[in-house]
Antibody, heavy 120, light 108 residues
């Protein structure tokens, strides 16, 4: 069974750095064709793709957020970490991590999401 | 960046009806890289269709996808009560891997 779970703070202050961890099981991020990405969803709004890291450590970022995002992986711990600097109230959202595979060329398994509020 | 535009924004329909949702891309997307997701309130999205027309594991055959180039559609042949949700398309053809803004299906 493949699962992913997001963890991190539920509340951050403006200008702070957000660090989210995705811990997964049931697959390996060292397997060719696999990636783990982050997607967010502000309350009542649409999904927004943020970043993706592939098995070979190739990384992709949303251009509008690229200067603020860093995605890394720890294959031995089955974790992917997303950091977002200079948080603003508009970054308030539910943040999802999810698995990508070349088999589907889609995001086939999602975490439950974690809600992050940015407020002073 | 490829912009995906979904239409309509909201549809009010009754169970049993047939519905077609549209996803239009600002530039051509290989059909292999177009997916559809369903999201219910308080839940994570669920993969429905990948490669524009292939159903993901466990997805009922009332869901079908089609299209190529810049125009893609998701069809639900006969709406069940559990199908009322928000539907998103996403492309993995070119980074950033953008989503459409979603179509909400609501019960009439």
């Amino acid at each position: 069974q493949i699962t992913l779970k997001e963890s991190g703070p539920t509340l951050v202050k403006p200008t702070q750095t957000l660090t989210l961890t995705c811990t997964f099981s049931g697959f390996s991020l060292s397997t060719s064709g696999v990636g783990v990405g982050w997607i967010r969803q502000p309350p009542g709004k649409a999904l927004e793709w943020l970043a993706l890291i592939y098995w070979d450590d190739d990384k992709r970022y949303s251009p509008s957020l690229k200067s603020r995002l860093t995605i890394t992986k720890d294959t031995s711990k089955n974790q992917v970490v997303l950091t977002m600097t200079n948080m603003d109230p508009v970054d308030t959202a539910t943040y999802f991590c999810a698995r990508f595979t070349y088999y589907y060329y889609a995001t086939d398994v999602w975490g439950q999401g974690t809600t992050v509020t940015v407020s002073s | 960046e490829i912009v995906l535009t979904q239409s309509p924004g909201t549809l009010s329909l009754s169970p049993g009806e047939r519905v077609t949702l549209s996803c239009r891309a600002s530039q051509s997307v290989s059909a292999s890289y177009l997916a559809w997701y369903q999201q219910k309130p308080g839940q994570a999205p669920r993969l429905l269709i990948y490669g524009a027309s292939s159903r993901a594991t466990g997805i009922p055959d009332r869901f079908s996808g089609s299209g190529s180039g810049t125009d893609f559609t998701l069809t639900i042949s006969r709406l069940e009560p559990e199908d009322f949700a928000v539907y998103y398309c996403q492309q993995y053809g070119s980074s950033p891997y953008t989503f459409g803004q979603g179509t909400k299906l609501e019960i009439k």
